[in-house]
């Protein structure tokens, strides 16, 4: 996916002005994920899910502390049931390993269940350009297919749209009567799938995690297209990041209570398919083939490194449902494939700092997504390491960087603080006129633009007020 | 007695015995920056309920700024000089009180990740930041003062700023607080714990998203039908008050919880 993560400002401002989107952010945020998630909590009791978030943290990083060998034993474990296990670097090579499998297998259709790697990979474009046709089986992945669009939520792919919208694309593009009734939409489009999935030679999937001892992918799903993709045609192909690998089934269902209740509020998803190696002997369905392809594509880069605790996410999307920011702005401002706090420090670290200046920036870091985060990364924490990296590379600008030593320099040296301080009083004082309020900051434009500055209350600051005071009534030391 | 009051009247008790601090309550106000300029009234209000609540309380005439601005741009030696002149500054005090959530928590949270790697300057922190209280979770938990205020005949909503509510874990204190003014009824307005869009230097960097997320908040302010809404935090106080105010609201009042405990509105 082409990323145009440097060009967040814009884009945001874009999305802040489109009366549609904010319209169907505002159902989303009303109606959405963070009041049912908060319903599964208080239903399975706040303390216990405390205590089971500490454990999904503890769990992934004792996966992530010795990744390498949990990877060598799924590869071996995956292998003894007859899938065949590959490694790629890049997003590149996971495109041409692919393709590979492809060719092998004379595949002219894949079907795909929901994978945001297939999204950071290219997946689409590449088998297109190769001559194989992809079908998005996921009701939301299917409408944005059709749209040319990319996802703009990590499980709720296309949030941004809504019904008349849908029904719009699906008269246009199913060539059919337009529907407003949401069941006979789901049926219109399950039709069409229908006769892909009878068609298709390939299936592709992602996998939420990869089961190091029983050598297992797992999807966890709500529609039931993944299991189509992943039983039905003569391939299947598991793309995900190495760092999905967790070390037991134990260990997976302490993540699965955490991942469903924190992305949908659901104590468990409508299916959860694990997929241990190809068709047995004794199988009645399954595919003939069935290969995982393991992609770093930066992961081992955040090994060891200040960003090491990202690598436990588990793609659930509860930072951004919870994210301030992403509910006024939506994924699409933010560029490449991952959206919200967890997006603001992906795509820096994946792409490069200096091809998503804004990301870590455009934060308030209030910290909702941190106390929202099943597996407690400290999303506002790495996003202020990631603008202290940014200040040593020299990537801010000047001014901004001055204005902060500047103030820094002043605030050291109490006198002349005080001085400061006093003008500023008098000054920002007179400004605010009659009513209090400034209209045009000096040096803030961007706060006055929709917004007052509220004047100081006093032609005196607190420190000069003070002193003023009898002297028995003053302690100042 | 007579001794032991001069020793720590001189400052020079400190190692010997904290139970003499205890004693007298000896409370470090740290204003902050934004109330010294913005609403000194905030700082007096604090200072009322301090002394109030039977605290001797000291106002070191040094001090600046927290570091937060510095630390929060990624500017950590900005951060450090500050954090270490605060230190310094308040080290002397039993206790250490700030009307201030993001202070506060800058102080408690963030000062240790600051000298992460100074292991000397770590411990001085720590010490530092057990000692640091954001002024409601203060007055609820260590002063506990007897009496209240002048009642106040308002309709007030509390908007939980986020530092405060999230670091710090401060949401019953000044609720609690609240309801012990007379004639003040609190109603909660919807979605009382999520940012108002200020974040410091965000509100400048990232104007018309900042703008958008204070509109959502004014909207479930004005939907309470609080006449006031009281918040614990300067930065989302003039967020709040500079929308409010823009959108043509001059009616909902904007108050401090010190303003109003204190009786200065």
Redesign the interface.
Known sequence: MHAQSMHFKPRAAKALANETLQSNLEKFNSTGFTALRAKAVAEFGPELFEKLRGEGAAIRDRGLASLDAWIERFEAEATRRGATVLFAETREEACELLLEVCRRHGVKKAIKSKSMLSEEAGVNEALEAAGVTPVETDLGEYILQLAGEPPSHIIAPALHKNKSEVADLFAAKHRAPRKTDIPLMTREAREVLRGHFLSADLGLSGGNFLVAETGSGVIVTNEGNGRMVTTLPRVHVCMTGIEKVIPTLEDFSILLRLLTRSATGQPISNYVSLFTGPRGRDDRDGPEHMVFILIDAGRTGLLGGAMQEMLRCIRCGACMNHCPVYRAVGGHSYGWVYPGPMGSVLTPSYLGLENALDLPQAATLCGACSVACPVKIPLPELLRSLREEQVERGLRPRRERLAIRVWSWVAQRPRLYALATALAARFLRLLGGRNGMIATLPFGGEWTRERFFPAPTSWRTFRALYAARPKRLRRTR | MTEFYTTVRN?RCRARSLACYDFFMRVGLF?T?L???????I??AA?KLLEDAGC??????????C?Q????????E??R??AE?LIGEFE?CRYVVVPSGSCAGMIRTHFP?VFENEPEMLARVKRLGERTYELTEFLTKVAKPAGVSAGFNVTVTYHDS??GL??LGVKAHPRQLLAKVPGLKLVEMEEC???C????????????????????KCAHIQASGAQAVVLGDLGC???I???L??RGD?KTRVLHVAEVLAGER
């Open positions: 400052g204003v920056c109330v010294d300029l913005m609403r000194p009234s700082g007096l200072l001797e309380v000291v106002v070191p005439a040094a001090q600046t700024c570091g601005p510095g630390w929060n741009s990624g500017d950590r900005s951060a000089a500050l002149k002397e990740e986020c530092s999230r670091e714990e999520t940012c869009g200020f974040g410091g230097t965000f509100s400048i960097k990232y104007g018309d998203i900042s703008s958008a997320m204070a509109e959502k106080m003039l967020n008050e500079g929308r105010r823009r001059t």
